[in-house]
């Protein structure tokens, strides 16, 4: 009765959540799930939406919200005894929902259900759901039905021994530097190595793999062998080149059975490769379509490309005095060419950007564009660095309408997952046993900085766009008018769709209007000046061919591997040949980078990385048409805002994605804005 993992009445509880809470909660609510299973397939039992959703819905809606609070735990605030919980519990869990992905019983009552008694969004959610059941294993019989289910428990433990070997190998890299080899590293960086350092009992600054430290010491570090040290750690993390006191985080084989677990699904299922089947429910039609559209946009880019290369060995010799750049010299050659060519550096930038005041911008924009308002709230939360906030919307009369909520997580620390993401919480649904509305919650997770000396956290411009991207996504689960909860917010979006409103947001980023209002420098509190966002508007596309290549790089790698590759074989051979084709700078031969790559190995994005480009071309699009109707103020309109929200945002998977882009943008997405955008036109 005391278990917080088993309260639904409202937030989850967070702070009082505790390993040992997640046996017996997990435990009475899977039995709960498969009694509720049970009910809905008994053959006396109602043959409609309604009915099934009333009971089932409910019990394995409660089911996911108590797991996501248990795996989103596991992410951002990770001990070895929630860890060992959550592994015992994972293979439960797994083997309930391939269970129920694969009932003949369950899905033999979705195919009688007539789609002719259901409403517009239902149908959808129904199309989906027969769709699903066939990618689940629901038509496979025997001896294929008991393998499917072996290898999706086997996936789902080897995506998190994957994951959690990354964050070990990531977490357990410390170097303790002295000052004489920090000359060029940013003061903040400084102090905040300096207080790990200390809170270690150790002597100098304590460098870690983690970005707010890695990335500044690579650009601005002047100590080569500095850059080096720590390069070298960070390619080879959970990997065989990785040194002997951390070979245990090696992904290697784990990379080569999940290959192999994925390409015998796919031919249990009828399909040629893991690629093949993972197209299924995307926008694409083909893994051959995906690879064309990337080679293409890989030569439109090349020419661009070559010519950054070409400017920074050009710069680096005769600026730099250096005639053969090492692998770890070009982010620091990278920084200094913008230097030059721009008379600025991400620091000077940065001072500009308190996260206090980002926010307050990034909620301006929103809830002007959006027509909401974003207000602080409280919650039980997992860290004290946690923020809470509820979206509402004004009403002509009475109080503001509550449209949802969501937990902001920005800093980085040990123990928490790297990268940024958003998670839902619980979605928009008219709950079918109360017929009450409940409203969306969403966790928007980053890792920025922390802030020093008493001064808030500061963050690079590229921190920024991560910011705006994530509540992008954010607002896409928020924002929802779908009442039907499989296909509310981003449910039921194509995957090769759902970056989107991400990438989106991006953009705004880049708007003098919108940026000037959220910028105050973190001593002076003078706004960003004009001087310095034009010299930044001029370097957006600094290297973007480069960047473009380095994206589809990943992309392709990700999409052949799942379709060309023998996974009985050493990935690298691959890697190196897709390099070949796509890079214009090449990795040393001990890089390890597709060790950690964690969104095709740990994060749903197998065959499926090309996404962000192709929703990039959607986005970009997408936002020509505010770029068409700026008003005179400078700022987005907002009547364009409101078409978008509703087409777009409001919508959530409740369609095709592509009949919302056109309903929004009245016709077919062009490749030409994307192009434009990116300084490629």
Avoid at 293 to 298: E, H, K, Q, T, V
Avoid at 494 to 523: G, I, K, R, Y
Wanted: include cysteine; aromatic fraction near 10%.
């Amino acid at each position: 009765m005391n278990n917080p993992l088993l309260s639904f009445d409202d937030l989850p509880q967070f702070d009082l959540i505790h390993p040992e809470h997640v046996e017996p909660a997990i435990d009475q609510l899977l039995e709960q799930a498969s009694l509720a299973l049970e009910t809905v397939t008994a053959p006396a039992f109602e043959t409609s939406w309604n009915a099934i959703a009333r009971v089932l819905d409910v019990a394995t809606e409660r089911l996911s919200r108590a797991w996501g609070s248990v795996s989103h735990l596991n992410s951002v605030a990770d001990t070895p005894e929630l860890r060992a919980a959550y592994n015992a519990a994972l293979p439960k869990v797994t083997e309930f929902y391939t269970r129920l992905g694969a009932d003949e019983r369950l899905y033999a009552k979705y195919k009688a259900i007539s789609p002719d008694n259901l409403n517009t969004e239902q149908r959808q959610a129904h199309q989906n759901a027969l769709r699903n059941f066939v990618l689940g294993g629901a038509e496979l019989q025997g001896a294929d039905r008991t393998r499917f289910a072996e290898i999706q428990e086997r996936q789902a433990a080897l995506s998190q021994k994957f994951s959690e070997n990354a964050l070990d190998a990531t977490d357990a890299f410390a170097y303790y530097a002295q000052a004489d080899e920090l000359d060029g590293v940013p003061a903040d960086v400084l102090q905040t190595a300096q207080k790990a350092a200390q809170a270690d009992d150790k002597e100098g600054y304590k460098l870690t793999l983690k970005m707010p430290c890695y990335l500044p010491v690579m650009q601005f570090a002047r100590n080569s062998a500095l850059r080096e040290k720590l390069y070298r750690a960070y390619v080879t993390r959970a990997s065989d080149q990785a040194p002997e006191d951390s070979r245990q985080f090696d992904n290697s084989a784990l990379i080569n059975e999940m290959l192999a677990l994925r390409l015998e699904e796919a031919q249990l299922l009828g399909h040629a490769n893991f690629g093949s089947l993972s197209v299924v429910p995307k926008m694409a039609e083909s893994p051959e379509q995906v690879i064309n559209f990337l080679r293409d946009l890989a030569n439109r880019a090349r020419p661009y490309a070559e010519q950054d290369l070409a400017d920074l060995r050009a710069f680096a010799a005769q600026q730099l005095q250096l005639d053969d750049p090492q692998p770890w010299d070009w982010p620091y050659i990278s920084e200094k060419f913008k230097e030059a060519r721009y008379a600025f550096n991400e620091q000077e930038v940065k001072q500009y950007f308190p996260l206090p005041k980002v926010l307050a911008g990034l909620f301006r924009i929103v809830e002007t564009l959006f027509e909401v308002q974003i207000r602080p709230d409280h919650a039980p939360v997992w860290h004290e660095d946690v923020r809470f906030y509820r979206l509402e919307r004004a009403q002509a009369q009475g109080a503001p309408q509550l449209v949802g909520q969501f937990y902001l997580d920005p800093a980085a620390r040990n123990g928490k997952r790297g990268g940024a993401w958003m998670d839902d919480v619980r979605a928009r649904w008219l709950r079918p046993d109360t017929g009450q509305l409940q409203t969306p919650v969403a966790h928007l997770v980053c890792n920025f900085a922390s802030g020093v000396a008493g001064k808030p956290a500061l963050l690079t411009h590229d921190d920024v766009t991560t910011l705006f991207h994530e509540f992008g996504h954010g607002l896409h689960h928020l924002l929802t008018q779908v009442n039907e909860r499989d296909v509310s917010g981003i449910s039921g979006v194509e995957w090769d769709a759902v970056e989107l409103p991400s990438q989106f947001m991006e953009n705004f980023c880049w708007e003098w209007d919108v940026l000037q209002s959220m910028t105050a420098h973190v001593d002076t509190d003078a706004p960003l000046p004009r001087t310095l966002f034009d010299k930044m508007l001029a370097a957006k596309n600094f290297q973007s061919g480069m960047q473009t290549l380095r994206q589809i790089e990943f992309a392709l790698f990700d999409m052949l591997l799942h379709t060309a590759h023998d996974p009985a074989q050493d990935i690298m051979p691959l890697l190196n040949q897709v390099r070949a084709e796509v890079a214009v700078l090449q990795p040393p031969s001990w890089s390890r980078t597709a060790h950690t790559f964690s969104h095709i190995f740990a994060g749903g994005y197998a065959a499926g990385y090309y996404s962000y480009k192709w929703a990039e071309v959607l986005s970009s699009d997408a936002y020509a048409a505010f770029e068409e109707t700026v008003g005179a103020d400078g700022l987005p309109s907002i009547d364009m805002g409101r078409r978008y929200r509703q087409a777009i945002l409001e919508a959530g998977g409740s369609r095709p994605a592509i009949e919302s882009f056109k309903a929004f943008r009245g016709r077919e997405p062009t490749l030409d804005a994307l192009l434009r955008h990116q300084g490629m036109a």
